[in-house]
Structure formats: C-alpha cells, structure tokens
C-alpha cells in the first residue's frame, strides 16, 4: 500500500476528493493544487518554490501514467 506522510499546522485531508485519495490525482491538478499553495504562502521566488516542490514530488523511478489515462 501507498502511504503518504506529513507534518502540518493543520490537515487539509478534507481537501482532497475519494477518487484523489483513492486513484492519486491527474498531475495538471497537482500543479494547479500546489501553484495556488505557493502563491498564497510565499511572496518571492515563487516560480522556483514550485518547480522544486513538483521535482521533489515527482516519483523519477516510476513515470508511468496515471490508470484513469489507459
């Protein structure tokens, strides 16, 4: 099984759909969900903070495609 695990402030599970948590979520949402984070935390540098945090998150061993595109 997949886990995922974080320190926050607060959770933001509720944020995401049952088909995210279920089948993950399509990487144009992913950005979409993590430009409006950066943009509404951090003033400076903002392109950067984003394609970092994509890059971390990316999962380079495995770029297979999302199931719900086969």
Do not use: C
């Not at 607060?10 to 984070?37: C, H, N, P, V, W």
């Not at 540098?45 to 394609?51: D, R, W």
């Amino acid at each position: 099984y997949d886990l995922m695990v974080g320190v926050v402030k607060s959770e933001a599970y509720f944020s995401l759909t049952s088909e995210d948590a279920q089948y993950g979520m399509e990487a144009d949402r992913r950005t979409k969900i993590l430009r409006e984070f950066v943009r509404n935390t951090y003033t400076y540098h903002q392109a950067e903070i984003l394609a970092t945090i994509i890059n971390e998150y990316t999962d380079w061993e495995r770029p297979v495609q999302h199931p719900v595109n086969i």
